[in-house]
């Protein structure tokens, strides 16, 4: 949660400014590193997903899961031609996927999403990464 004052009075904001970007992408990096500090390696994706949906949930921030979204090929439109794991705010889409040894080609796709959805970031998360704080792909247009 974070707190401003507004002369002696502390305001709990549940979320963050509209406009910042920035402080979204903090939110979800921290609460990335924090599911993965709790839970560990080697659960499946499904269970990771569940508990960082959780996690963004408790900072007040607005999360749908599995989220369909169409793309046009010429004239013809796929209502549901991908699903995204997690949209935030309807600003971020974080993509959890296993292998960082794939890194390069799931960047790629989130990339692609965030072209045809006009989202403004996306996240790569793998958290079977033997690495420390697992693997966190930050993705921009």
Known sequence: ?????????MIAKTRPVQNDIEELATLINNAVFSVRSEMGVGL?????????VE????????????????????????EEAYRIDILVEDRA????????????LHKARVSTYLRHSGYPLGFLVDYDSKRK?????????
């Open 133 to 141: 704080k697992g693997c966190l792909n930050r993705v921009t247009l």
């Open 1 to 9: 949660m974070i707190y401003t004052t507004s002369g002696d009075i």
């Open 93 to 104: 889409i974080i993509e959890i996927k296993p292998s960082c040894s794939k890194a390069d």
């Open 55 to 78: 996690e963004l949930k408790s900072l007040g921030l607005n999360v749908k899961t599995q989220v369909p979204m169409p793309i046009k090929n010429e004239d013809v439109n796929f």
């Open 44 to 52: 499946l994706d499904d269970v990771y997903r569940l508990c960082l």
